[in-house]
């Protein structure tokens, strides 16, 4: 244990954001940390990693993708028809209707002549960035449980989420601020709340921290007004003189001293997590550039330029949940899709690429990956006349920045868009491709949880190598 | 039985299979496959015809084609399994309807072969022949030797001079590996570790001066009783508990509902560590309460145990096996320190746990439904029965007089709503029924189902005059609702159908959809010579009784885990760490056991003292090791720097729980009362966003109704409490033998910043001024007497002075200080 011998300075050092006790360190034996290592330290990838960061922009609610990435000239020749030849079909809220047609043209863009509809007139612009996996499948086509799935590999809420397993991974590189942050749309939150970006088992250290989009970012992370900073500074310096005298009595023990360092570093927090949000510091021109200050982008906006901005910083995970709360405020067309449809796109759009360009721009993009999916997708068929149910058979979702092929489109559904029949890809290979861009082996990140090896991809995934460049 | 209808919440396995297009031919594949191949497979291909792939079925035998595509009428493979055509198939062996459903609507469909995988490989390439039987695994008598399933033997005590059985073996070792033990706590460290230890709370001032006052050589021991007598002392430790078997006061998934009366378990479990229960009863009491005491509500509280699992929304043949599965997983974990869960797909990979024992301990659950039990008389049921009927009675001609006010405004925003259709879905409309097109039907059903007009969109149509008598006829109901009954006390548990078990089968991969042999109830084949003999079910049984067989198993004294399990559980939580460190897994991809005498000493204490909870805390708290300082032996650190032969008493964090509620003992307004339905403090509404389903009603900070005891705050798993949550209170997906500890920002963020903790140093501040008056070295001393259990040295008294004294709010910004010491929140 020669841990316990180290230096002052390199112990506080290493305590960082956060330390393994005794029952961690035992956990970790063998993987990457030791005990007193600080839990949130950065850690070295598997293999040389494309990517450092992730931006997730999570659709909540299912977004159709035979409205957006998947055209289907068929729905509009067959339009009112029964979609046969499908077997049973199975919807998840009963009486499904013909097929329906889009309400949206596609058209091709970019030199790679990737179809997108109309809906994404600026993320359009950005196909050759992109790369479109038409194939994916869920298993459940119930919102929790593929909501569960889409974030944590398993259905059941409680298992860690994907940001914790990669600050697990590969820890952040900046201490003084969350290293996995989670915005959810002013509206509400997802279904299954803070499970979506749960720790499970894991320690606290990995857990989502969710960050408001206005005022302070972080619940409680400033303390009422009448503690001014003055007054704060001066209780945390006498904390800091009692615990010193009593580490003095117990030099080894390095939980103690982490704690002393987690105090000066959650006061660091308050005033760079208050930076890191602070819009004002940007540009009219870059404000202007992901629709901040103007109806409807302005929430996604702000959203996605705070997501720069601490990615910029060394946060290693940011997940951005558009749609939330009940009904036409999340993405769930189960009615006027139109409506419902027409309204997120637009809220989404200009941000989505608005971030893309800024990242860019300064250089950042090739190292950070933007995933941008929901927990399914949507039916070819009518739902109340106007709507479309939930669809976990096939469905779309892209991936672009971060060592991603641009261009590239993976895999196809079927004639009406019901169900992936070609190249088809799981969770769990979407999962896989994620951590690989990062460095990470799937198969090699585990977490050891009554007496098992848990990992993000449970027992399968592959990387999709078509989308890697 | 009493008359449970309108209590029972049915949660039989539904016959629903999900089937989607490009599966169908999957799942057929699968049904030929794990039914079929053993007569038309590799070995032997019976009357020519091979089964192993839907390419060979397609072109039959010598009796010609058994599958006609399109019309699995004429389909000779339909007509055989389905029995409309003898000899039916498999002999002797009706398949599952829903195996038989699938074979049907793949044939009706077409009887496709998946394109992709038939233009890929040949037939015999790519149908591997599943075999649908379990995998074998003999249990040879080296799997039994190993050390877990072996009975703990009762080694002598090894020759130290000591009277404690603990301080004997744990003094050997540290003999035989040259550590020195460090010296003995001194009485005030050793007091206020003694409360945290039993109860979570630190001491008084008084009783720190009452154990130093006490001059007798069994003041020590004096005090561990006292505070073994606390009810507070089952707070904590049933806590530790409630982790073991992952409670939640909430079902999970997408609606995340509360269970209102999961409490009555949680309270079950706390009363059952301050009785001292004996374990084995306990332990028999959770998995079959409702079959050894019928008659006692506790017994059915117990069974509460049953239901702590995520609850799917969903409900299908899938997510009961899923719910089973975590139960087997669960229950084999916490009683058993055992990874049977390892084994519903494959043989445990490690251990020599079958997939048979999994499928057999699952065959003792599979017939358990949830069910509300009512807590009151048969008499009491039937009146709550007969008052409800009679106000829905009451509420009959209101509801129609409703119906009727809004009838025309319905109907003309429908008729409008209808207008304003998609053309096609018009042509639908005015297509006679018998006429429409198959799309057609669809989308007039639709129509006729779905297209409707909300209240509020009625409501808005109306003219005034009718809203008023909307609003009216509307109060009536309501009024009606007020005099319902108050809902019955219930208990969260468990019933069966009646003595005959469901039957439960083998399922290949876990899958419904692939069953195989049916399964008899058994227990791990490995723990135990011979087979356990479960139960016949008395005669007037309403359940199988496989449950109390299982218990009475797990908690028989020859059982070689149960008692190791516990008393390991209980030794993790005095000194932090087990003496198997990884106190689920008893396996072999487990730890190794430091001390394994000791452990097997006090396996069998523990079973002699007919399995007393209380006298192994006895024990190990009037022991050496146990009253050791925590501070470090510089020799020592060397050898062993992680004190895994327990040298020095190591230092814990307090959990989550444990710093709330000392905060609240020390400034004064915790309430101390026990038990109960549980309280939800004010959460930022930021951090839920809530939907109409999922919503967290906090009460302010302020409102005394919140200032309970954690273990009394409701856990609802999609809602954390974020003070709880960022000190590692566990996430109830499984079972949590210990809790991380990890110390991090957001913690010290949360005590230095929340409103809550704030208004704690506010009422610390007003506590020192009422009981110390204005004198601020009294109040400073009265601080760390109750904060610390100790008196400031005399530089820390002089720094406390000019603190307070050198600002207007020196006071209670001197007692946050203190709720944020480490040495509050660590036991020493």
Redesign the interface.
């Known amino acids: 244990m020669t841990n316990r011998f180290l230096s002052r300075r390199e112990l506080l050092n290493r305590a960082g954001g956060g330390i393994a006790g005794l029952a961690f360190a035992d956990l970790m034996r063998g993987a990457t940390a030791a005990p007193g290592t600080s839990l949130l330290a950065v850690r070295a990838p598997h293999f040389p990693a494309k990517a450092k960061a992730v931006i997730s922009i999570f659709c909540y609610g299912g977004v159709s993708h035979v409205d957006t990435f998947d055209p289907k000239p068929e729905l509009l020749k067959r339009q009112g028809e029964a979609m046969t030849g499908k077997g049973d079909v199975v919807v998840s809220q009963g009486h499904p209707g013909g097929l329906m047609p889009s309400p949206w043209k596609f058209s091709k863009h970019g030199q790679s002549g990737m179809d997108v509809s109309e809906l994404f007139p600026h993320v359009a612009k950005k196909v050759d960035e992109i790369a479109l996996i038409r194939s994916m499948r869920s298993i459940s086509n119930d919102h929790a449980p593929a909501l569960f799935q889409m974030n944590t590999g398993f259905i059941q809420g409680g298992y860690p989420s994907m940001g914790s397993w990669i600050t697990y991974g590969l820890g952040t590189e900046n201490q003084n601020l969350p290293a996995f942050v989670v915005f959810s749309d002013p509206r509400g939150g997802p279904i299954g709340g803070a499970p979506n970006w749960g720790n499970g088992f894991m320690p606290a250290a990995y857990q989502g921290t969710p960050f408001r989009s206005t005022g302070d970012p972080i619940v409680d992370l400033k303390p009422p007004k009448e503690m001014t900073p003055e007054r704060q500074r001066r209780w945390l310096d006498l904390l800091a003189q009692y615990n010193q005298q009593h580490l003095a009595k117990n030099p080894h023990d390095y939980e103690l001293s982490a704690r002393i360092q987690s105090y000066e570093l959650a006061f660091q927090m308050q005033t760079e997590a208050t930076d890191a949000v602070d819009l004002k510091k940007e540009t009219a021109a870059t404000r202007a550039l992901y629709g901040v200050g103007e109806e409807p982008t302005d929430h996604v906006g702000r959203q996605a330029l705070m997501a720069r901005r601490l990615v910029e910083r060394g946060v290693r995970f940011v997940q951005i949940f558009s749609g939330g709360g009940n009904f036409t405020e999340s993405w769930d067309a189960h009615w006027d899709l139109e409506l419902n449809h027409g309204m997120h796109c637009a809220e989404t759009d200009k941000p989505i690429a608005g971030l893309m360009t800024d990242l860019k721009s300064r250089g950042l993009l090739d190292s950070t990956l933007i995933i941008w999916h929901g927990e399914f997708g949507r039916m070819p068929i009518s739902q109340k006349m106007n709507g479309r149910d939930h669809n976990p058979y096939g469905f779309s979702v892209w991936m672009a920045g971060g060592g991603i092929k641009g261009g590239t489109v993976v895999g196809s559904t079927d004639e009406y868009g019901y169900a992936a029949v070609e190249n088809k890809k799981t969770v769990n290979d979407l999962h896989a491709t994620v951590l690989h861009q990062l460095g990470l082996n799937h198969e090699k990140l585990t977490f050891p949880y009554n007496g098992r090896n848990i990992r993000l991809t449970d027992v399968s995934g592959e990387v999709i190598r078509e989308v890697v460049a | 039985m009493l008359p449970l209808r309108t209590f029972t919440l049915l949660v039989a396995p539904l016959f629903a299979v999900?089937?989607?297009?490009?599966d169908?031919a999957d799942d057929a594949a699968l049904v030929l496959q794990h039914n079929c191949t053993g007569c038309h497979g590799a070995d032997k291909q019976m009357g020519n015809l091979d089964l192993r792939s839907l390419e060979s079925a397609l072109e039959g035998g010598e009796r010609g084609l058994a599958v006609e595509p399109g019309k699995s009428a004429d389909s000779r493979l339909y007509k055989f399994i389905a029995g409309i055509e003898k000899p039916l198939m498999p002999p002797g062996k009706r398949l599952p309807a829903e195996d038989i459903e699938i074979i049907r609507?793949w044939i009706d469909?077409?009887a496709k072969v998946n394109s992709?995988e038939k233009s890929e490989a040949k037939p015999q390439e790519k149908a591997p022949v599943i075999n649908t039987k379990m995998e074998e695994r003999t249990i040879t008598p080296e799997d039994r030797r190993y050390w877990a399933f072996v009975a703990p033997v009762r080694a002598p005590l090894p020759q130290v001079s000591t009277a404690n059985p603990v301080d004997a073996f744990i003094l050997a070792t540290l003999r035989a590996k040259k550590l020195k033990p460090a010296g003995p706590a001194d009485r005030r460290t050793l007091i206020r570790r003694a409360y945290l230890d039993l109860t979570g709370l630190p001491p008084t001032p008084a009783n720190v001066q009452a154990f130093l006052d006490d001059g007798s050589p069994n003041a020590f021991p004096k005090v561990v009783e006292q505070l073994l007598a606390s009810p507070h002392y089952g707070e904590r430790w049933g806590r530790h508990w409630l982790d073991t078997v992952r409670y939640s006061d909430s079902g999970?998934?997408?609606?995340?509902r509360d269970r209102d009366t999961a409490w009555r378990y949680r309270d079950y479990v706390i009363k059952a560590f301050n009785d001292d229960k004996p374990y084995n009863q306990f332990v028999q009491e959770q998995i079959a309460g409702d079959e050894i005491a019928p008659k006692s509500y506790e017994g059915r509280i117990a069974t509460g145990y049953l239901r702590l699992g995520?609850e799917?929304?969903?409900k299908n043949e899938q997510t009961r096996m899923?719910d089973l599965d975590?139960l087997v997983?669960t229950t084999s974990?916490a009683f058993l320190g055992l990874?049977v869960?390892?084994a519903r797909c494959h043989n445990h990979k490690f251990d020599p746990i079958a997939q048979k024992d999994y499928y057999r301990m699952q065959a003792v659950f599979f017939s358990t439904k949830a069910t509300e039990y009512p807590l009151v008389n048969e008499e009491e049921v039937k009146r709550f029965n007969a008052e409800q009927a009679h106000i829905t009675e009451l509420q009959v001609p209101w509801k129609a007089k409703l119906t009727e006010i809004e009838k025309p405004y319905k109907e003309k925003l429908i008729a409008d709503k209808k207008s304003k259709?998609?053309e096609?879905?018009l042509?639908?409309l005015k297509t006679p029924a018998d006429k429409r097109?198959?799309?057609?039907?669809?989308?007039a059903?639709?129509?006729e189902?779905?297209?409707t007009a909300d209240q509020k969109e009625i409501l808005a149509a109306m003219p005034e005059a009718d809203v008023q008598r909307h609003k009216q006829v509307s109060k009536e109901i309501a009024d009606l609702d007020e005099q319902r009954p108050k809902p019955l006390p219930t208990a969260m548990a468990i019933a069966e159908k009646g003595r005959e078990a469901v039957p439960s089968y083998f399922l290949y991969r876990g899958s419904p959809g692939s069953k195989g042999s049916l399964m008899k109830p058994g227990v791990i084949a490995a723990a135990i010579q011979g087979e356990w003999q479960f139960p016949e079910p008395p005669a007037d049984a309403t359940t199988t009784w496989r449950r109390s067989g299982l218990a009475s198993w797990i908690a028989g004294a020859e059982n070689p885990l149960t008692a190791r399990v516990m008393v390991n559980r209980i030794w993790q939580h005095h000194f932090?760490?087990g003496i198997v460190?990884?106190p689920?897994?008893f396996?072999k991809?487990?730890e190794r056991p430091t001390h394994p005498e000791l452990l097997d000493w006090l396996a069998t204490e523990f079973v002699q003292q007919h399995w007393s909870i209380k006298a192994i805390h006895r024990l190990i708290m009037n022991s050496e090791t146990y009253q050791r300082a925590?501070?470090?032996v510089a020799a020592n650190?060397e050898i062993?720097?992680?004190n895994r032969y327990f040298w020095r008493m190591?230092?814990q964090?307090l959990e989550a729980e444990g710093i709330r509620d000392s905060m609240m003992a020390v400034a004064g307004n915790l309430d101390l009362k026990v038990g109960g339905s549980a309280v939800h403090p004010y959460i930022?509404p930021?951090?839920?966003?809530?939907?109409?389903k999922?919503t967290w009603v906090g009460k302010p900070d302020t409102d005394p109704e919140t200032w309970r005891r954690g273990v009394y705050i409701f856990s609802k798993?999609?809602?954390?409490l974020?003070m709880l949550?960022?000190?590692?209170k566990?996430?109830?997906?499984?079972?949590?033998?210990?809790?991380?500890?990890?110390?991090?920002?957001?913690?010290?963020?949360?005590l230095?910043?929340?409103?809550f903790v704030?208004m704690e140093a506010k009422m610390f501040a007003d506590r020192l001024r009422r009981e110390a008056g204005d004198d601020v070295t009294a109040q400073a001393n009265l601080a760390f007497q109750l904060a610390l259990s100790r008196p400031p040295s005399h530089?820390?008294s002089e720094?406390a002075f000019k603190?307070i004294r050198?600002?207007a709010?020196g006071l209670v910004?001197?007692c946050?200080?203190m709720l944020?010491?480490?040495?509050f929140?660590?036991i020493p």
Do not use: H, W
């Open positions: 999900q089937l989607f297009a490009s169908l609507k469909d077409g992709k999970g998934f997408e609606y995340d995520l799917n929304n969903l899923d975590d997983a974990n990874t869960g390892c259709l998609p096609y879905v042509v639908a097109t198959e799309g057609q039907k669809l989308n059903e639709q129509v189902k779905t297209l932090g760490e460190r990884t689920n897994n396996g991809m487990g925590s501070d470090d650190l062993d720097g992680e190591p230092r964090r930022d930021a951090l839920f966003q809530s939907s109409s999922r798993r999609s809602i954390p974020p949550d960022v000190f590692d566990p996430d109830s997906v499984g079972s949590c033998a210990r809790r991380n500890r990890s110390t991090i920002a957001p913690q010290a963020l949360i230095m910043n929340n409103s704030l530089s820390e720094t603190f050198g600002d709010q910004d001197f946050q200080t944020n010491l480490n040495e929140v660590y």
